[in-house]
């Protein structure tokens, strides 16, 4: 845990103290892509991580907190569960009646960096994305390149699982 108890030692108490709190905070390291990771995740039952709140990275004996990623929306309603796939990719995302979205992120250099989004329209449009620049240019790709670019981010299709922990039991 260390030096990454430091880092949980700063989420307030109400964070921590109850594990059958609603939206409780979950934590998991991990090493990816040869980097130790602490990933702090939320849960909105009592199941499932719905979404991956914060990513650290540790580099040279110092933690460091990584860019917030875009997760599909501002609620926990449609979320998709973080998965981690053999080839380092990060997938998060979100499902919902409107449409299905995938980002995803890889460490370059010791940094978690956004790569792409993919998005899948209840109309049958398919969405490519390859910036967090806001307003973001979006590109209208056919369900090939949309399966192509999947493939391509999510490797062999291999998952490795995250071993989450709820803050409560640090105590």
Known sequence: MEPF????????????NDVFQEASRYFALHTIDGNEVLLMGVREDHFHITFLEKVYVLQNGVVIQQKELMWG???????????????????????????LIFFYYRFEDGELEFQISL???????????????SPAPVNSITREEFERLRQEMEGNGQTV???????????
């Open 73 to 99: 929306g501002g609620e926990f309603w449609g979320s998709l569960a973080p998965v981690l796939f053999e080839n380092g990719t990060i997938r998060v995302g979100r499902n919902n009646e409107d449409d």
């Open 161 to 171: 699982e995250f071993n989450w922990h709820p803050l409560a039991e640090l105590g």
């Open 119 to 133: 998005t899948e329209m209840v109309d049958g449009r398919f969405l490519y994305r390859n910036t967090t620049m």
């Open 5 to 16: 108890s430091e880092v949980i030692q700063t989420y307030p108490p109400h964070f921590t």
